[in-house]
């Protein structure tokens, strides 16, 4: 199989890679040049990291190299000739945004044994697929599909739901959003006198379009929209005993292109 | 044995049809409607109990062929990627002992074998091991599968040139072993004493890695 490049950086690749390597900036290999993977490697090159990315389908390579103005592979990002092309051993992240789910399995799995690379993610695109993945060894794992349906969840909320908003430190704590129902246990009690335990924080109450700054004194109304920091168990816990229902979702499962590109950060922040 | 093979092309239905005839207890998943005719037809009366169409990598899919109760799993699809989802899936999800892939590309089978311990037996090397020594014009050669490693048995043939002379001066082919020799009597003498005299239409059985 004949492997072309696309791009300006295509002629001296190996140039551009030891420059980027130098500057000790986060690497990042993409599978698949689709949307997804388009605006990902967009989002990524504005984050400052260096993006290459493998593509099987021509026209598609072609756009990418030309309007990112980085070098794009064009082939099947599951052999080995490309992984070893587009330098993965480098690579700080592998992120696999194919059609397939076997496809972005593949290349994670390779990234991870014959590349040594610390950090993959893979788009799925049976959101079924999501446990197995993780079981599987891929550390992100990134459902459109299940970002869809929440989003449609959120619409359609409803008393007394509680949803994540956003994980923090690996899982141990997440930020929530919750919205107290006609009938919470602790209504017009002040966050004094309601004795939240200790892993549990209010951030923000927003009522109506009232935006409240919490302290010991506010008071908590049915119909209030709080936004509270806590550990996953605690906040368990609560909706027993509040009767609310939890709508978190998997951990390991993020969603949105952005999510990506911030999960991808992470691991490089011990780092610098 | 209970066995699943997930992939009813023409690798899937040759290998169920043999494994039904070595009395093993055979699960088929077709990926298609179509694949699952095909089996029909092959195999008529001998249709496995249990077979299912539907997606190969999805696990409530694989639940219901029965992937729970396997001992062994092979995943014969056309597409290399799927087979090696399956594999891992069986493997790491469902505990199952033995899987095994057919791989089209010999570099994926090498690297996924070293690096994730898949077992993968690689369609496209059977192939050429085959279609050389057919070239060669040695008959047919047997194979041998051990582990994961297939090794060829090649017979040559002892020409009138080769007859009388000590079995060390037959010039054996590049990445070749000698195994021993078939005597035209019928007995075998094994490669030990490279001092057995030939004969004319002995025939030399050599080995090597097929795959």
């Not at chain 2, 077709?30 to 699952?36: G, H, P, R, Y």
């Not at chain 2, 060829?152 to 007859?163: D, E, G, M, Q, W």
Request: hydrophobic share 45%; proline share 4%.
């Amino acid at each position: 199989m004949s492997l072309c490049v696309f791009g300006s950086a295509a002629p001296g690749a190996g140039d551009y890679f030891t420059i980027e390597r130098q500057k000790n900036i986060m690497r990042v290999c993409i599978i698949g040049a689709g949307k997804v993977g388009f605006y990902l490697a967009r989002t990524l090159l504005e984050h400052g990291a260096a993006v290459t990315v493998i593509e099987r389908d021509p026209q598609l390579a072609e756009r990418s190299a030309n309007q990112l103005d980085i070098p794009v592979i064009n082939a099947d990002g599951t052999s080995l000739q490309a992984l070893v092309q587009a330098d993965l051993g480098s690579c700080d992240a592998l992120v696999a945004v194919c059609g397939q789910d076997e496809n972005n399995l593949v290349a994670c799995q390779l990234a991870k044994s014959a590349f040594g690379v610390r950090t993959t993610a893979a788009r799925i695109n049976n959101p079924k697929n999501a446990p197995v993945m993780e079981q599987l060894g891929v550390d992100i794992v990134v459902s459109g599909t299940s970002m869809l349906a929440r989003e449609l969840e959120r619409l359609v909320e409803t008393d007394g739901s509680v949803r994540e908003v956003l994980s923090l430190a690996g899982g141990q704590a997440s930020l929530y959003e919750m919205l107290l129902p006609e009938q919470f246990p602790l209504a017009g009690q002040t966050l004094a006198e309601a004795q939240l335990p200790h892993s549990f924080t209010v951030v923000s109450i927003t009522r109506g379009e009232e935006l409240i700054y919490p302290h010991g004194d506010t008071r908590l109304l049915p119909g209030d929209r709080m936004v509270c920091f806590s550990r996953e168990d605690v906040m368990n816990e609560l909706c027993d005993v509040w009767s609310m229902k939890n709508r978190g979702g998997s951990k390991a499962e993020k969603s949105s292109t952005q999510t990506i590109a911030s999960l991808l950060k992470h691991p490089f922040a011990h780092e610098e | 044995m209970n066995m699943m093979v997930v992939g009813c092309g023409p690798t899937g239905c040759s290998l169920i049809s043999r494994l039904q005839a070595e009395g093993h207890e055979v699960s088929a998943l077709a990926e298609t409607a179509a694949d699952l005719e095909l089996l029909r037809t092959t195999l008529g009366a001998d249709m496995p109990g249990l077979s299912r169409v539907g997606r190969a990598i999805d696990v409530d899919v694989l639940r219901a062929a029965g992937i729970e109760s396997m001992n062994a799993v092979a995943a014969a699809t056309e597409n290399d990627n799927v087979n090696v989802m399956v594999c891992e899936i069986a493997r790491k999800v469902f505990g199952v002992d033995r899987s095994v892939a057919v791989l089209h590309d010999p570099v994926r089978r090498d690297v996924l074998q070293k690096h994730l311990g898949l077992r993968a037996v690689c369609s496209t090397s059977l192939a050429a091991d085959a279609l050389a020594v057919a070239l060669e014009g040695n008959l047919s050669p047997r194979q041998l599968t051990l582990g994961s490693t297939t090794v060829s048995f090649v017979p040559v043939k002892v020409t009138r040139k080769l007859a009388g002379k000590p079995l060390a001066e037959f010039d054996k082919p590049k990445g070749h072993v000698v195994f021993g020799v078939q005597r035209a009597v019928g007995d075998f003498i094994a490669a030990s004493d490279f001092c057995t005299l030939l004969s004319e239409d002995d025939l030399i059985i050599l080995w090597r890695v097929a795959d």
